[in-house]
């Protein structure tokens, strides 16, 4: 399985907030975001997997995360590097085609979110879903948002509208590599943006519109870090007796 998790974005929200690193960088409780993102996907790291980081050049030229990379990721992985900015995560995550164009499964991740899955492991083996979106109960409306069919079956993606309480993690999952390139390909040459940008959630409105399954799996816990007020919040969490991250 290809994880790839895209660390090329602005991160304005936190700029405005008064940090000055790249958003991977932020430090919470002594580590980078990218670090915690890293811990809530490890029981996706106990099956083979091929880890890729999307990065932009010139955060790789002026800042510490190449370094920082090989001090928190104890993992083998791919540094992958763009030259500018693109329009949105969908958009970022094609820029890697060349190693996830095929049949093998995808995994895709923020760089600035902390989850427990309340699974010990997990794999591509577990499910028959040609995608799988994972979530928790928030009406946030800066998240996006899942309309939900028959057992665990989702109906359509929202972004920025709260249609239901059941929010995305961030995380997402295509049976092939090939499955989310076709569709964000598509998606660009539609312009089919929202907000400017191109998002990964609603490639799976097309998807489900070719009648192909597309999954949710609520998760026991998910922080999201894009804001000074976020990453204070999980802080709190960490202190609180029993939330010990390993």
Not at 57 to 70: A, D, G, M, P, W
Not at 103 to 124: M, V
Not at 217 to 224: G, N, R, T, V, Y
Not at 235 to 240: A, D, F, G, I
Request: with cysteine; net charge negative; charged share 25%.
């Amino acid at each position: 399985m290809n994880i790839v998790i895209p660390m090329a974005g602005k991160g304005e929200r936190l700029k405005a907030g008064g940090f000055t690193s790249p958003k991977m960088l932020v430090e919470c409780e002594g580590e980078p975001l990218f670090s915690w993102a890293l811990k809530g996907l490890h029981p996706f790291f106990t099956q083979p997997f091929h880890l890729i980081f999307i990065c932009l050049r010139e955060h790789l030229q002026t800042s510490s995360v190449l370094k920082q990379i090989r001090d928190f990721c104890p993992y083998p992985c791919t540094i992958f590097t763009i030259d500018k900015l693109t329009e949105g995560q969908a958009e970022t995550v094609l820029m890697a085609e060349e190693y996830i164009n095929n049949n093998q499964p995808l995994l895709i991740f923020n760089c600035d979110t902390y989850i427990e899955i309340g699974l010990d492991s997990w794999s591509p083996n577990d499910t028959t879903a040609d995608g799988i979106l994972w979530t928790f109960h928030s009406t946030e409306p800066n998240l996006s948002f899942v309309k939900t069919g028959v057992d665990q079956t989702v109906e359509e993606v929202v972004e920025k509208v709260p249609v239901s309480t059941l929010a995305s993690t961030g995380l997402y999952f295509f049976r092939t590599g090939k499955l989310f390139v076709n569709e964000a390909k598509e998606a660009i040459k539609r312009r089919d943006r929202i907000r400017e940008e191109y998002y990964i959630g609603p490639l799976y409105n097309e998807l489900i519109n070719q009648g192909k399954v597309v999954e949710f799996q609520s998760i026991k816990s998910c922080f999201p870090l894009g804001t000074p007020e976020e990453i204070s919040r999980f802080k709190v969490h960490l202190k609180e007796e029993g939330n010990e991250v390993h």
